[in-house]
């Protein structure tokens, strides 16, 4: 029988969520407006489940979730997820979504173009709306063309996609920043 627990912690862009059972990560969730929605939403989708303290492995993922969202350059490839119950076109969406390291964005076309057919950038648009793995696996890095924000399921959409990035320091579209019209001179000094 699996044991499947789950604990709300704390980040810079609210009160995230992390699902564990006996072979491992299961699930994440981004913050709600308040942790009791929070809990009926992980109720809903992971009945059974029961809060708990999380185990060391978990607390150790837990700690580099919230280091990644305080802006501390963090790499999250190497957690380990159970993607058992996750169907394999899904799985090798994220497995090219999670090599995209923090602060850096790829496009839905450009993924869709790395499984083989650019035609498949809505198919992997709606396989990154189902990402039972937020921010382990990084479909906020993932831009519509051009550098356009497409879709984002959590609470807040776009506005929390885009405040990601901003913390995680990705440059999300090609207009110049304030810091790129300085001589190069001036930027060393900032």
Same mark, same amino acid.
């Given at each position: 029988?699996?044991?499947?627990?789950?604990? !709300?912690?704390?980040?810079?862009? /609210?009160?995230?969520?992390?699902?564990?059972?006996?072979? /491992?990560?299961?699930?994440?969730? !981004?913050?709600?407006?308040?942790?009791?929605?929070?809990?009926?939403?992980?109720?809903?989708? &992971?009945?059974?489940?029961?809060?708990? /303290?999380?185990? =060391? %492995?978990?607390?150790?993922?837990?700690?580099? @979730?919230?280091?990644?969202?305080?802006?501390?350059?963090?790499?999250?490839? /190497?957690?380990? $997820?159970?993607?058992?119950? @996750?169907?394999?076109?899904?799985?090798? @969406? &994220? %497995?090219?979504?999670?090599?995209?390291?923090?602060?850096?964005?790829?496009? &839905?076309?450009?993924?869709?173009?790395?499984?083989?057919?650019?035609?498949?950038?809505?198919? @992997?648009?709606?396989?990154?709306?189902?990402? =039972?793995?937020?921010?382990?696996?990084?479909?906020?890095?993932?831009?519509?063309?051009?550098?356009?924000?497409?879709?984002?399921?959590?609470?807040?959409?776009?506005?929390?996609?885009?405040?990601? $990035?901003?913390?995680?320091?990705?440059?999300?579209?090609?207009? =110049?920043?304030?810091?790129?019209? $300085?001589?190069?001179?001036?930027?060393?000094?900032?």
């Amino acid at each position: 029988m699996t044991t499947t627990g789950f604990a !709300l912690f704390d980040t810079e862009i /609210g009160a995230c969520a992390i699902i564990w059972a006996d072979g /491992g990560i299961i699930g994440m969730q !981004l913050p709600e407006r308040r942790d009791e929605q929070a809990r009926a939403r992980l109720a809903k989708r &992971y009945p059974g489940a029961s809060e708990a /303290g999380p185990p =060391p %492995e978990i607390e150790s993922v837990i700690a580099e @979730v919230q280091a990644l969202l305080r802006g501390e350059a963090r790499d999250l490839a /190497g957690v380990s $997820l159970d993607m058992d119950a @996750v169907p394999e076109f899904e799985r090798k @969406v &994220y %497995e090219i979504a999670r090599a995209i390291p923090p602060g850096r964005t790829m496009t &839905y076309g450009e993924i869709a173009t790395r499984l083989g057919d650019k035609a498949l950038s809505r198919d @992997v648009g709606a396989a990154l709306g189902r990402n =039972p793995f937020p921010i382990v696996v990084p479909c906020h890095r993932v831009l519509g063309s051009s550098g356009k924000a497409g879709g984002f399921s959590a609470r807040g959409g776009v506005d929390t996609k885009m405040r990601m $990035l901003q913390i995680e320091g990705a440059k999300t579209s090609d207009e =110049p920043s304030l810091f790129d019209s $300085l001589p190069v001179s001036a930027k060393k000094r900032n």
